[in-house]
């Protein structure tokens, strides 16, 4: 139920985010003179990916990143050929999303995956260039590594 509510919550804050993000009004139907922009120059996405990253609280921690980039960086060949997804598959990968059916995507090698921390309900997936962490029972994202197999 929580996960439901949390979906549900990143949704509206999606929804609202470029509403919010027009600033306060004057009064007299303008914006602040920055139209587009939150006033503290964060980006609604970034606003949204951090909301569900609190509210799911299973994100890859620093020393699960650094596992990941360095094991890829010594074994750039380990996940075999793999080729970025188009821009539209890749926006809708993102924290607080849930996996597109039908997909590609491979499990994490055995050397990596005996390195990293066992989570109950949550699994590690390739799909492109990132490594995803993903809730299994709802395929909901719950944190992306960006291009870890490009060397990015």
């Known amino acids: 139920m929580v996960r439901i509510l949390a979906a549900v919550l990143v949704l509206l804050l999606a ?67 793999v080729k970025e997804l188009p821009p539209g598959i890749r926006k809708k990968i993102a924290r607080g999303g849930t996996m597109p059916p039908g997909i590609a995507k491979q499990a994490l090698p055995d050397g990596l995956h005996r390195q990293l921390p066992q989570r109950d309900g949550y699994g590690y997936e390739i799909v492109g260039t990132d490594v995803v962490l993903v809730e299994n029972a709802t395929r909901v994202v719950v944190d992306v590594l960006r291009d870890v197999l490009t060397g990015n």
């Open 15 to 81: 929804a609202a985010g470029p509403a919010l993000a027009q600033g306060k009004s004057n009064g007299k139907g303008k914006g602040n003179g920055n139209p587009g922009k939150p006033n503290d120059g964060m980006a609604t996405e970034d606003v949204v990916e951090g909301v569900t990253a609190g509210v799911l609280g299973a994100v890859l921690d620093d020393d699960e990143k650094r596992i990941i980039r360095d094991y890829f960086g010594e074994n750039p060949k380990s996940a075999g050929k």
